[in-house]
């Protein structure tokens, strides 16, 4: 196989992969291409570079094909665009918040079968949040952590659990009408509550960790489209400063965040 066919063969494949997402279906391999879109955008550049230095473009169809190239990689360059540094921010820096409307926030998969946990716990101690999330505890992490924050961090909300969707919450700051929910399935918890800020100004949390679209966790991302989009929803009839985090088993440039943005 010559260098010139490789690089058809390699092109045909970043179209399909380009074109696959399009498809309104949640079965996870094809919403697993949500996913690739920076390293797509990186190969199918290469393959131009390679394509244009190497070969002279001569016939009809190496028009098309180049020009189908050029459009993916275009397609994949304007899905990141937005999340690269080179992109203007969406939100600035606040330059006049009094120092008791601020809320550090500080969130990690902690990734259960994980045992370090000191350097976990050394790695949000360096960011000294306000709030804090970790996800995927189950009740020996809880115990770990609680022994490290539950001084600091007067505030505590949990459901540690053995199927790494379990969760805890620490929070310097007083946390009102907390509850656990299960809002997809009966073993993927969420919480949910009020955090009253030193000014007395209250922030509606969502700390959520849906299933990922994949075939040991679950074969369509119907379970996590429609956490998140119960989430946004409730977010946007709020009449109260918003805050989700967590683990959203998710891309910044897929469908179903971009509805937490709206």
């Not at 505030?155 to 790494?164: G, Q, S, V």
């Not at 509606?204 to 369509?220: D, S």
Request: charged content about 20%.
């Amino acid at each position: 196989m010559n260098l010139k066919v490789f690089l058809k063969g390699f092109g045909v494949v970043a179209i399909l992969l380009t074109l696959i997402p399009l498809v309104a279906i949640n079965y996870w391999w094809i919403r697993m291409f949500d996913f690739p879109h920076l390293q797509l955008t990186l190969l199918t550049l290469v393959a131009l570079l390679v394509y244009f230095i190497r070969f002279d473009v001569r016939s009809t169809g190496d028009y098309f094909f180049s020009l189908a190239l050029v459009a993916c990689f275009v397609f994949q360059l304007l899905k990141i665009w937005p999340y690269t540094p080179l992109a203007p921010l969406e939100l600035l820096d606040a330059e006049t918040a009094s120092e008791e409307a601020r809320l550090k926030i500080f969130t990690s998969n902690v990734f259960q079968e994980n045992r370090e946990w000191e350097k976990v716990v050394a790695e949000a101690k360096k960011y000294d949040s306000d709030l804090m999330v970790f996800t995927e505890t189950n009740v020996r992490w809880a115990d770990q952590l609680r022994n490290a924050f539950s001084g600091p961090y007067g505030y505590e909300k949990a459901a540690p659990l053995d199927n790494t969707y379990g969760m805890i919450m620490f929070s310097r700051f007083p946390l009102q009408n907390m509850t656990v929910q299960y809002m997809v399935d009966d073993s993927i918890p969420s919480i949910h509550g009020l955090l009253k800020m030193p000014n007395g100004d209250l922030v509606q949390l969502h700390a959520i960790h849906p299933t990922p679209p994949m075939p040991q966790e679950n074969p369509k991302s119907t379970a996590r489209d429609a956490e998140l989009m119960k989430v946004a929803l409730q977010s946007k009839d709020s009449q109260l400063p918003v805050v989700v985090l967590g683990d959203f088993n998710d891309v910044a440039w897929s469908r179903a965040p971009n509805c937490l943005n709206r």
